[in-house]
């Protein structure tokens, strides 16, 4: 497959990474040569340094061969205009990157999809609805849904409390028990488990099971005392702050903290103030969290642009007792700062519209993929088409990669664990874990 990105920025340069452990065809277009410059020695991809927007330069990045024109660069008319010009110009598909929620809405997809733009993506819409999925459960620090939850992975913090600590998981895990460990991220290092590996004190463990049996995992693990998420307070008031509020099931209060006294006026607007509340301070200002509630808050989201700050505050917020921390973590470099810190969920909007579009650069019917920063891992829905390897053996036979392994299925709308003994069966959706290893090399399997 041959890709062009324009743009070498986070999300460019971040696709460009997953792209090279693929070995695809990857084009990047910058204008800036510095940027191109500080990525083309680490990636297996050619550079053109000239404007997305240059009839000149896609056809010298061979547009009329590109199957996928990805635009990403900070200007959203730069994004659908590149977009735009690539379709006419040869380009399969397109993708463009952009700001305003309302070109989201179906009719308006189909009114760019006329223009020549495949699909759009917005960051800030995609991190917002990981927030407000990951506030309905505040005792979970990740949480990743098949088919609308059919399936569910829970990425849970071990603590004292828990009753499966020290067990070898060929005793805890068994063919009747409601769940599976697909991985253990200990430390640095990400596990994919073996029968006489056990869970360890502050392990971040990952399981898969069904909607049915989410209460006996957080029984076992023992966070049936965390309270319900019923307060949230908000640090910065942001696009994706907006977002989040809109997002959250109603029957949780909001309050925005928010430093820029413009802003909030701005907020007072776009939010619905019949239970979201706008204050204008600074969110590390522990005197105005006290003043605020945040003794009976539960959950402390902090979405500044500055990741330290975030990371602070985050950390203020526990200090305070509050259970369940957000931090929009910018710099993926203060990935594993702020896991080290324990400072709860890592939100990283470029990663989620990486992972977004990097699914649809794959040949199999795979949806859903998500990389799960604080495993340095994915998970994806595949489904098994006739015919394909995955449904011609039983799980065990099929050797699957090293790094690469079946949490679950769901077949006919009913989500099921999977074994050694499974027999996968077309048309089944099924969840992959993969850590170590690129997606392309798992799909293969299900085509």
């Known amino acids: 497959m041959k890709i062009i990105i324009a743009g070498a920025y986070a999300i460019g340069t971040h696709l460009a990474k997953l792209l090279s452990r693929n070995d695809q065809d990857t084009v990047l277009i910058d204008e800036d040569e510095e940027r191109l410059a500080s990525i083309s020695g680490d990636y297996d991809l050619m550079t053109v340094n000239a404007s997305p927007t240059s009839i000149d330069a896609l056809k010298d990045a061979g547009i009329a061969d590109a199957d996928l024109f990805i ?51 917005n960051p800030e819409d995609l991190s917002a609805h990981e927030i407000a999925n990951g506030l309905r459960m505040s005792w979970v620090r990740q949480r990743w849904d098949v088919l609308d939850g059919t399936l569910v992975m829970l990425g849970i913090k071990m603590r004292q409390t828990s009753e499966i600590l020290g067990q070898p998981l060929k005793d805890l895990c068994k063919p009747e028990t409601p769940y599976h460990v697909v991985a253990i991220k200990r430390g640095d290092e990400t596990i994919i488990p073996r029968g006489d590996d056990t869970l360890q004190l502050y392990d971040l463990v990952y399981f898969i099971t069904t909607r049915t049996y989410i209460p006996y995992i ?16 908000v640090m910065g008031g942001g696009a994706t702050a907006v ?27 776009l ?10 301070g600074d969110g590390r200002d522990v005197q105005l969290l006290m003043e605020e509630g945040i003794k009976s808050t539960q959950a402390f989201v902090a979405l500044t642009p500055n990741t330290e700050t975030n ?3 985050c950390l ?31 939100v990283n909007k470029k990663a989620l519209a990486a992972s977004n579009i990097y699914q649809m650069t794959l040949d199999a019917d795979v949806t859903n993929i998500r990389f799960l920063m604080s495993a340095n891992a994915d998970v994806a829905e595949f489904t098994a088409q006739q015919g394909s390897l995955v449904t011609k053996k039983k799980v065990f036979e099929l050797k699957l990669p090293q790094g690469a392994t079946i949490g679950g299925l769901v077949r006919n709308d009913e989500g099921q664990l999977v074994n050694g003994n499974t027999q996968i069966e077309p048309g089944d959706i099924v969840a992959v874990f993969s850590h170590g290893i690129s997606m392309s090399k798992i799909e293969k399997f299900f085509q």
């Open 71 to 121: 635009a990403v660069t900070l200007d959203e008319s730069t994004n659908l205009i590149s977009c735009v010009m690539a379709k006419q110009l040869g380009a399969k598909s397109t993708v463009a990157k952009v700001d305003k929620y309302e070109y989201l809405d179906d009719k308006e997809l189909s009114f760019f999809e006329k223009m020549g733009i495949t699909a759009i993506i």
């Open 311 to 313: 990371i602070l505050a």
């Open 316 to 346: 203020t917020a526990k200090r305070l007792g509050v259970r369940k921390t957000v931090a929009m973590v910018e710099n993926l470099d203060y990935v594993n700062m702020a896991e080290s810190l324990d400072i709860g969920t890592i």
């Open 218 to 233: 957080r029984k076992i693990v023992g966070k049936e005392h965390y309270a319900d998420v019923k307060n949230v307070m």
């Open 243 to 269: 977002r989040t509020t809109e997002l959250i099931p109603e029957y949780m209060n909001c309050k925005i903290i928010e430093k820029s006294e413009e802003r909030c006026v701005e907020l007072n607007d």
């Open 271 to 280: 939010v619905d103030t019949g239970r979201v509340m706008v204050i204008n």
